[in-house]
């Protein structure tokens, strides 16, 4: 039981120095990747820090560059997006990451064309892996696959189609 009394002493001590003491406790969660602000908001009140103390870490932590929602978005948005997914995938996660809801929408903007590329080319893999036919049940079935994947109905329906001219005309 002392120990823990101790260990309850440390921690009241440790926030009681205040905004330093939640700059140094963001700064450690940030040292493994990146993270939105409302990410390590929520890091710092599960560790017992007062609103006024994060507000003004995340200040601190924005004038200085280190936190930067806009720049973790399109960086988020690129990594998942390389990873074969499309943007109803990056908007469902990036609002996960407490992502504003304008600067969500404003991403997924940006990257409408670079997901109807990528789209276009996950479903050349899925259909060398999967053996997609050139018929209307096969069509279906590959716009469904990019669905699954988070592309919207419009880049999924685009490259279906486009791929259905350039593989299936040639037979």
């Known amino acids: 039981m002392g120990r823990n009394r101790a260990a309850e002493g440390n921690r009241k001590s440790f926030h009681d120095m205040g905004s330093s003491a939640a700059y140094e406790q963001a700064l450690r969660f940030l040292e493994k990747k990146p993270r939105s602000s409302s990410e390590i908001y929520l890091r710092l009140i599960s560790r017992g820090f007062k609103d006024e103390e994060i507000q003004e870490t995340l200040e601190r932590l924005a004038k200085a560059g280190i936190v930067d929602d806009r720049n973790f978005a399109l960086r988020y948005a690129e990594e998942i997006l390389s990873k074969g997914y499309g943007s109803l995938k990056i908007k469902r996660k990036l609002t996960e990451k407490g992502i504003d809801r304008e600067l969500v929408e404003e991403t997924i903007e940006r990257f409408s064309d670079k997901e109807k590329r990528r789209a276009k080319e996950v479903l050349k893999i899925a259909i ?39 593989l299936f005309s040639r037979s």
């Open 128 to 166: 060398q892996k999967l053996g997609f036919g050139s018929d209307e049940e096969s069509r279906n079935k590959m716009i469904l696959f990019l669905a699954k994947r988070g592309f919207s109905e419009e880049s999924s329906i685009e490259a279906v189609d486009s791929l259905n001219i350039e």
